[in-house]
């Protein structure tokens, strides 16, 4: 599997008491590595694919920190140094209740381009997958337009997850909607379904169902992640499975969709159908939320 993507640096501060304007407030941070594209890559490779590559850039000062860390994970890294800019750098702030709010520096991350793709990245890929981060430039989005249309030249399959609903209520539901055409398997969170499904958030009972049912007319898989609701499967306008989550104990939220995606698609990549995939992207997910930042 190819991924294109995005690599970060994520500075993780877990505060059990609510922010206190104007003073301190007592927090655990930690610096890690992290990117929705290369966490997803790692939780693959976690989850037993053999052959996970990944494509993204990086700024100087912390390129080998990254490479490191992602062959330490069981990724192949093509890491571009960008010779202007930083790497990507994250700032998760995770509240008692293990959700996280983030402050996002992009970075050297969005200015992939078309020049720092060939096709014959894909020689040997049997999916390619794209982190949605990359629709959010132009540069970046050019790029990803060009790897989906060189993958379905060659009968790859491609997936995407959408990643930001604020940054997708920013480009536009249906501009992100019509870059990903073609793509074969949509991944979003329940908000991100919502958003691009035209439906108000939160929607009420139903309303993630009636998402991923919607979003399935355009692409023919569609997977929506629901934290501790589970997931929800969708094809050919339908949904065809609700599957639970694993039933753990949370203490970081950061990085579980990524993880969900590593584990659905190694899955289906060795022969699971969307069902079955999807409750071996929940337990990734479940094992992602007992640790700190997005990473195995």
Known sequence: MLVVGDVVTDVVAVHPEPLV???????????????AGANAACWA???GLADVRLLARVGAESAQWHERALLAGGVRPRLVVDPDAPTGTVVALVGKD?????????????????????PDLLDGVAHLHLSGYLYFADSSRELALVALRDARARGV?????????GFLATLGPRRFLD???GAGVLLPNEDEALLLAGLPRPAGAGGAARAAAELSR??????VTRGAAGALVAQGGRVTAEVAAEP??????TGAGDAFTGGFLA??????????????????????VTRLGGRP
Not at 21 to 35: E, K, M, N
Not at 158 to 164: E, F, G, K, Q, T
Not at 276 to 287: I, L, M, N, T
């Open 21 to 35: 304007p104007a003073t301190d407030t007592a927090a655990r941070i930690r610096t890690l590595p992290g990117g």
């Open 45 to 47: 490779a976690r989850a």
């Open 98 to 118: 293990t959700e996280r709010t983030f402050l996002t520096d992009s970075g050297a991350a969005l200015r992939l381009s078309p020049a720092d793709w060939a």
């Open 157 to 165: 399959p491609v997936s995407v997850d959408p990643a930001s609903a």
């Open 179 to 181: 870059a990903v055409a």
């Open 218 to 223: 355009l692409v023919p898989l569609v997977a």
């Open 248 to 253: 753990v104990r949370a203490v970081d939220s």
């Open 267 to 288: 899955a289906r990549l060795a022969g699971a159908d969307p069902v079955e995939a999807a409750r071996a992207g929940c337990r990734s997910a479940a094992c992602a």
